[in-house]
């Protein structure tokens, strides 16, 4: 059974409109944290955001907030206000238990087009 | 600060060959985590380091190994390549203690391909 579930391959969003990346993932671990990581081109993996299942708040960075709905078992990215630059492939992920491990499990991505 | 950095950025091999990836974590970090991209997929653990040990295994075959150096930089070693293992291998540095996210530093990864 998949652990992260990205069901939107492709999407595409105008500049300077906002735009939702689905994730839901699932865990039978009381104590896990949600990372989204943008990937450009360039390969690197860069991180956006994090949320803590403790976490009371809906984490935000900047234009990037994670709508994190516990009980469905999701956390979306929400990207307002889109820039050319942000067109690049999305990652969700989570690292389960609380310790500081680094095994991330990835879900299978979604790529995201800003048109101008 | 550094970044990660990875060498090299790109390589061909053939069948059976053996490789060996580079990795410089991040200044202070003492956790270094290998992952492996296949084309079109996401990131899949292939293990971790913490302080010169192995701390951590994904499901991945005995052949592919790695070291952490003192300094903590680290290499992946893959024997008998398979043309499966043809994929962007990413080195992610972190704080292995402390820190609240331990959010994961990426390299730009290495693009092997194996003919």
């Known amino acids: 059974a998949q652990k992260i579930t990205q069901t939107q391959p492709g999407m595409f969003v105008q500049e300077k409109e906002a735009v939702t990346l689905d994730c839901t993932y699932d865990t039978s671990d009381p104590s896990y944290g949600l990372f989204w990581y943008k990937q450009p081109s360039s390969g690197e993996m860069i991180f956006l955001i994090y949320?803590?299942?403790?976490?009371?708040q809906n984490a935000t960075e900047g234009r990037y907030s994670l709508n994190f709905q516990k009980a469905r078992k999701s956390a979306n990215l929400v990207i307002s206000a889109s820039q050319l630059g942000d067109s690049a492939m999305y990652f969700c992920a989570m690292r389960e238990g609380s310790g500081n491990t680094g095994k991330l499990i990835f879900g299978q991505g979604t790529t995201l087009q800003v048109k101008p | 600060e550094t970044g990660v950095t990875q060498s090299p950025t790109h390589l061909i091999k053939t069948r059976g060959q053996q490789v060996t990836l580079r990795c410089s974590s991040q200044s202070g970090h003492n956790t270094v985590s290998w992952y492996q991209q296949a084309l079109g997929q996401g990131p899949q653990f292939i293990f971790q380091y913490y302080r010169e040990e192995e701390n951590g295994r994904g499901n991945f075959p005995p052949r592919f190994s790695g070291l952490q150096f003192p300094n903590y930089s680290s290499e992946l070693n893959v024997n008998a390549l398979e043309l499966d293992d043809s994929a962007l291998y990413l080195c992610a540095s972190s704080l292995g203690a402390g820190g609240y996210t331990g959010e994961l530093f990426f390299g730009e990864g290495s693009r092997l391909t194996v003919l």
């Open positions: 949320q803590g299942s403790y976490d009371q």
